[in-house]
């Protein structure tokens, strides 16, 4: 470049650092839609709501199976992090509609199946979906999880939704809030 043989490059920086979350207000009205609007496609609106509710990224909830959906008595359960996590009310009966429709495809387990048999739907598609339905992705994780940590301590949300502890601690950090006040124990009993 310097010697005038080959064009200036340039390039735009992304940056690194989570956008800036939505309020919560916003995220629970998508989450509301979601939960109630039947002229958005099942598909959209199962993996919609685990963004907005549980802080999953799209590429793993593409490739989530229909395994991973435990259904205990009346109780349903994500197998997210290390130990199954329940769904909401709002979340269960979807889950399991969507379980049954995705296991009429014998020939695959994907909860997402894609096109190509056998075959996860592709993380770019599923997010484009739910662009076009006006669900913010990276906006309503980042809202999601600045609300989880705020609720329980970053360790246990780190455990039950799949994420390192270090990075739900620094979330917390940032939301201004602290979990180092637990109830006082009885050390004389």
């Known amino acids: 470049m310097r010697a005038g043989h080959m064009p200036r490059l340039s390039w735009t ?5 989570n956008p800036t979350p939505m309020a919560q207000h916003h995220r629970l009205v998508r989450v509301r839609r979601l939960a ?3 002229t958005i496609p099942l598909r959209e ?4 709501l685990l963004v907005l ?6 590429s793993r909830i593409a490739r989530m199976t229909t395994h991973d959906v435990i259904t205990h008595h009346d109780d349903v359960l994500l197998n ?4 199954p996590t329940p769904a909401p009310a709002l979340l269960d009966d979807l ?3 969507h379980t049954t429709s995705t296991e009429a495809n014998h020939e ?5 199946p894609g096109r190509q048999p056998g075959q996860p739907l592709q993380h770019r598609s599923l997010g484009d979906a739910l662009r076009r339905h006006e669900i913010p992705i990276q906006t309503g994780r980042t809202s999601a999880l ?18 390192h502890d270090k990075h739900t601690t620094r979330v917390l950090t940032e939301t201004g809030g602290a979990w180092n006040r637990y109830v006082p124990s009885h050390h004389n009993q």
């Open 13 to 17: 920086w992304k940056t690194t650092a």
């Open 36 to 38: 109630t609007d039947h």
């Open 45 to 48: 609106r199962v993996a919609g």
């Open 53 to 58: 509710l549980y802080a999953q990224l799209i």
């Open 80 to 83: 997210l992090g290390e130990s």
């Open 95 to 97: 889950l399991t509609e």
């Open 108 to 112: 695959s387990n994907w909860l997402f």
């Open 146 to 163: 600045r609300h989880l940590v705020l609720q329980a301590p970053a360790p246990v949300v780190a455990t039950m939704l799949g994420f």
